[in-house]
């Protein structure tokens, strides 16, 4: 059981980056999938979550910026990223809440610098 994350990297602000978080060992598709960003080890929060195709939540600082997604039949969730800011800069983790308990990947760095 394993998610792995790519996609992170260095971008311009105003740039756009698409983050992919690969699940193994298990099947994403009935389950709620969320996006964390972590600026130190005391710090991950929640940026967005998708329960259905129909049930998504952002918070409010990159809503309209960026979109949650999933393909179920490449077993993969993604986080669109645009207009990035700055602050939007961190470590960019995955989650997949399965009925007994979370599994998390490993986090993507993700840099908004000019």
């Known amino acids: 059981v394993q998610l792995v994350e790519s996609g992170g990297g260095l971008v311009q602000p105003g740039g756009s980056l698409r983050l992919s978080c690969s699940a193994s060992g298990f099947s994403i598709s009935p389950y709620p999938v969320s996006w964390f960003r972590q600026t130190s080890w005391l710090v991950r929060d929640l940026v967005a979550r998708?329960?259905?195709?129909?049930?998504?939540y952002y918070v409010e600082s990159v809503k309209g910026r960026f979109t949650i997604s999933r393909d179920n039949a490449k077993n993969t969730v993604y986080l669109q990223m645009n207009s990035l800011k700055p602050e939007d800069t961190a470590e960019y983790v995955c989650?997949?809440?399965?009925?007994?308990?979370?599994?998390w990947g490993q986090g993507t760095q993700v840099t908004v610098s000019s």
């Open positions: 989650r997949v809440s399965l009925l007994d308990g979370d599994v």
């Open positions: 998708e329960r259905s195709s129909d049930s998504t």
